[in-house]
């Protein structure tokens, strides 16, 4: 499987981006997919995730009410609707898909795909 982020961007705090996530290859294999982040000097951190034929969803406590995860599967697409961003949000945001069962949901190590990431900054 192979992940290809985009939708990163510039913008003011109080706005919205979308990113998106296309995944091609052996995508019907897909079980969980979910977005990760890593601001500079910071670890990674888990932001939300999504079981892929189900569609039950799991976010952050820093991003609930805010960031919505969903995904289209007759395109193989994940999205992250951010809205009333933060500056605390800026990030690398990274897509990510497992074949498996992951549990705790948001062990990263147990997540056999990863996009190239997608730069999110959030002026004050």
């Known amino acids: ?7 990163g961007g510039l913008v003011q705090a109080g706005g919205s981006l979308r990113l998106s996530c296309a995944a091609s290859g052996r995508s019907f294999g897909i079980y969980l997919m979910g977005w990760f982040r890593q601001a500079p000097g910071k670890e990674r951190e888990a932001v939300t995730a999504i079981t892929w034929h189900t569609g039950n969803t799991y976010y952050a406590n820093s991003v609930k ?13 994940l999205y992250l609707q951010m809205n009333s961003l933060k500056p605390e949000d800026t990030a ?5 898909a497992s074949a498996k069962v992951v549990d705790p949901i948001f062990y990263a190590d147990d997540y056999d795909y990863w996009g190239q990431g997608t730069q999110v900054t959030v002026s004050s």
């Open 1 to 7: 499987v192979q992940l290809q982020a985009s939708g």
């Open 92 to 96: 690398v945001y990274y897509c990510a």
């Open 65 to 77: 009410g805010r960031f919505t995860i969903s995904r289209d599967r007759t395109t193989n697409t």
